[in-house]
């Protein structure tokens, strides 16, 4: 997702029975000759009205659909005869039937070139090479839209020619070579299948199946190391919510180009049942490692999304409350990690100050809640922003919650009693009732200033005391990590934007307007200052500058003793 990828519409689906009967609908997924495409087979039954719409999500994650990824689509009827099918708009195609006919729906699945996608977005699109198939549903399911209406009906799952030497084919939906659920279109499509040379393990937390994949061997850990890792986090998420009803739960790594001692990438998106980690290749698990804390607090946070965001989420258009979603996620990624105990107090502290070092730091900071919501995917300040925002909405509801409770009370309780009272999934609440609900816990004048902050952007008051850690707000001056210009529109526009006036970047003689070929921006190991390398022309020359990826020195808030 950005690092936390995309929204989450779906239900955490159910594990069906092995007695389920025929399905309604049946994916199957055939390795193509040499892995060079996947050829999926699907059979539903049409449309009652005899013409049924058959389509790809347009975009996710901020990856747009390429039509060019789906090739030599074919429709056959009951009778085995071809039907008509007509390309419509976008990613999407109409197949004439007669009403209610059943149908086998064929298509190829290959991966064409195209241009990499600018900084700051996890590649989600589909890959299909000869030891990795990867896609997200989302990416390559075509789905038929009469029966994407909600209701859960009965899918099958099937893998065909992937089962080589070394190789493994996985899915959110469990290991198997075939595999049974019930679960509407949108939770279907927002899933994991993955199949390839992969190393894959598994592990046991409940009673309950964790399994793990990992494409390339390019890794300073094994498969093992990683899964146990993520067991712990994962069975710490699953205490603090007295929740172990999830039967399989996947999660899978793929290399994203290669770390550098001053440069390393790493993000994921949580998936049904899911999550996908995507980082630059090289990432250790060494104690003292540099990648260590990210990958800490990437797994903690993704699999968070299982609650915030799956089995609960906030009923209102998508992207309106991504500060609630990602910035609470956040917060209690946090809290995850100390009761997991691989962060201290000081620890916890630290990620604090960092999150509010880069909100005080962001020329958007105060942008309106609409903005953050239209502009989410396309600008690198504005996509930033929620995690922080709502992160310190978090911070300060919860010392409220403390101080009128006499510590009684905290978000901790608040959250889990609200989840617990959604279990059933039946329905949710819409941002209001949210608030609401923080307001019986608080007082209307607090969630005024919170909702203020929340539409308007207005700088919100923090507490000036951390209870829990016996800290007061101080105000300091420093300079935070920032490229120094507009990455994104560097890149679109293969020249220097938005030069930041006394960055690390324009200290170094970088200006607007300079051809820009390519540029690696890390955000340091935590021993040194983050790092920036871009490839620019001057005077006509092709030429690599180094410098320090740090913004303009600014004023900024910390928590200390």
Known sequence: MPRSGPKLLALVLAIASPALAEPDIRYTMQRGVGGQSVIVISTFPGDPDGTTEIALEKQ??????????????????ADGKPLSIIKAEGCSWSIAHDPGEGIR????????????????????????????????????????????????????????????????????????????????????????????????????INGNQVGLVVSGDDWGFSAGQLADLAARIIKTERDFFDDHSDPWYL??????????????????????????????????????????QQVYHVLAHEYFHTWNGIKFHLDDPEG??????????????????????????QAVLSDINRSLAEHDGNPRRNAPNEE???????????SRLPYRRGDLLALAIDEEIRRVSSGRRSLDDVFREMIKAHRDRSTMPNRERLLAIFEQETSKSFMDSIRSTIETGAD???????????????????????????????????????????????????ADGMPFRKGSIGGGNGREAPKGQVEVQVDGQWKTIDYEAVGPVHEVRAYKK
């Open 372 to 382: 953050l919501k239209q502009q989410f995917w396309t600008n690198a300040d504005i």
């Open 251 to 292: 999660i899978s790594i793929t290399p994203e180009g290669k770390a550098s001692a001053s440069s390393f990438s790493l993000g994921g998106t949580a998936l049904t049942n899911c999550f996908a980690l995507y980082c630059n290749a090289g990432l250790s698990l060494a104690e003292g490692s540099p990648h260590i």
């Open 105 to 204: 729906l064929t298509y190829n699945l290959r991966e064409p070139a195209r241009e990499p996608l600018g900084p700051g977005h996890n590649d989600y699109r589909n890959r299909i090479r000869p030891d990795l198939f990867q896609m997200n549903g989302n990416h390559g399911i075509l789905y038929p839209g009469h029966l994407a209406d909600g209701k859960e009906r009965a899918h099958t799952i099937e893998w065909r020619g992937f089962d080589l030497p070394g190789f493994h084919a996985i899915c959110s939906f469990g290991p198997n070579a075939t595999e049974s659920i019930t679960t509407d279109a949108d939770t279907f499509r927002h899933s994991l299948f993955i199949a390839g040379k992969l190393a894959y393990t598994q592990r046991e």
């Open 60 to 77: 996710w994650g901020g990856n747009s659909t390429d039509e060019r990824d789906v090739e030599s689509i074919s429709a056959t009827g």
């Open 320 to 345: 309106s409350n991504y500060w609630f979603s990602e910035g609470f996620t956040e917060y209690f990624t946090r809290r995850m990690l100390r009761n997991a105990g691989l962060w201290d107090d």
């Open 460 to 510: 919100l008051d923090l507490p000036r005391t951390l209870t829990e850690f016996d800290v007061r707000l101080t105000v300091g001056k420093m300079q935070g990590f920032d490229p120094g210009f507009d990455q994104q529109a560097s890149h679109a526009k293969k020249q220097l934007v938005s030069v930041k006036p006394g960055s690390g970047a324009a200290k170094a003689g970088l």
